[in-house]
């Protein structure tokens, strides 16, 4: 199993920690991985996104230009990836940030709330780990438990105290992604 995944969005929106998440979790289980950030001026507003390779077996090339999943947080970002997402791939969108609804025949095209979620949660903190939880729902590439020691690795020890907060955001994400099209 290999999946390729760039995951963009605003800076702020938590891209880059839930793709630095995602790649602790398959090291925790043993997998191969790679993360490779992109951002810059796009912390502040701009556009962000990291690119997350898990494999069981050992990877060529951290760099791709085109991607098994995309997961998009805004339209910029809609824009640019959804044309790399590969034919039989995965699309994932936040529905706050998109304004016009993806299409694609041949795609598996998601719509998760997680905006909406954060804010019934009352913590907007939480906003990417619910998307990861959404991901993690249709493209299970590692497991719950995976995540949460990866949770307790990339977190400093003063936060810990809100992992169960994020497990519990990522449990509302895999109950609220919701297929669009196929």
């Not at 920690?17 to 997998?31: P, T």
């Not at 795609?107 to 009352?122: Q, V």
């Not at 990339?154 to 810990?160: D, G, Q, V, W």
């Amino acid at each position: 199993m290999k999946k390729e995944i760039i995951i963009s969005g605003f800076g702020g929106q938590g891209v880059l920690s839930m793709g630095k998440i995602l790649a602790y979790s398959g090291l925790m289980e043993g997998k191969e991985v790679t993360w490779m950030p992109a951002y810059g001026p796009e912390q502040r507003g701009g556009t962000a996104n990291v690119t997350v390779i898990v494999s069981d077996d050992r990877i060529s090339s951290p760099i791709l230009s085109h991607y098994d999943v995309a997961i998009v947080l805004n339209q910029p970002s809609l824009e640019k990836f959804m044309p790399r997402v590969k034919p039989g791939g995965i699309l994932i969108y936040d529905g706050y940030g998109i304004a016009e609804t993806p299409h694609r025949d041949d795609i598996t095209i998601y719509r998760i709330d997680a905006m909406d979620k954060a804010a019934e949660m009352k913590n907007s903190k939480v906003f990417n780990m619910i998307v990861l939880g959404g991901l993690l729902k249709v493209c299970p590439i590692v497991s719950t438990g995976g995540l949460q020691k990866a949770l307790y690795k990339t977190l400093p020890e003063r936060h810990h105290d809100l992992i169960p907060l994020n497990m519990q955001a990522v449990e509302e994400g895999q109950g609220i992604i919701k297929k669009v099209n196929g």
